[in-house]
């Protein structure tokens, strides 16, 4: 199981990697058969192709991303809050979401939502 500080250091890579817009640090956070579902209550999506397509959808706009607040992490979950900003049609919009993370043995991202 990661530890605590394995699951803290996965979170900062990868507001690290959005920040620089790294589709492949991202997505070497994940699992293989690793599912996202972003928004909660929307279609999950399953395997690497679906997740990187995902996120290049995203990254297609400058992303600006703070994380606000710890990271909690405890068993093989962590959860964080921290803010989005991004700008669309020369105005800039904040979003600020909470992340949940559930982690395989090897530390790899199985499930975000």
């Not at 394995?6 to 997505?27: H, K, S």
């Not at 992490?73 to 900003?85: D, I, P, R």
């Amino acid at each position: 199981m990661p530890t605590p500080e394995q699951m803290q250091a996965a979170v900062e890579t990868y507001v690290r990697a959005l920040n620089a817009a790294d589709l492949d640090t991202i997505i070497s956070l994940y699992a293989e058969d690793a599912l996202v579902e972003d928004p909660v209550g929307s279609s999950p999506k399953r395997g690497l192709d679906e997740i990187r397509a995902f996120y290049a959808g995203s990254l297609r706009m400058k992303l600006h991303v703070e994380l606000e607040g710890n990271v909690r992490a405890v068993a093989n979950e962590a959860a964080f809050a921290f803010s989005v900003s991004f700008e669309v049609q020369g105005r800039t919009t904040t979003i600020r979401p909470i992340d949940v993370f559930r982690f395989d043995e090897a530390g790899r991202i199985v499930q975000m939502r």
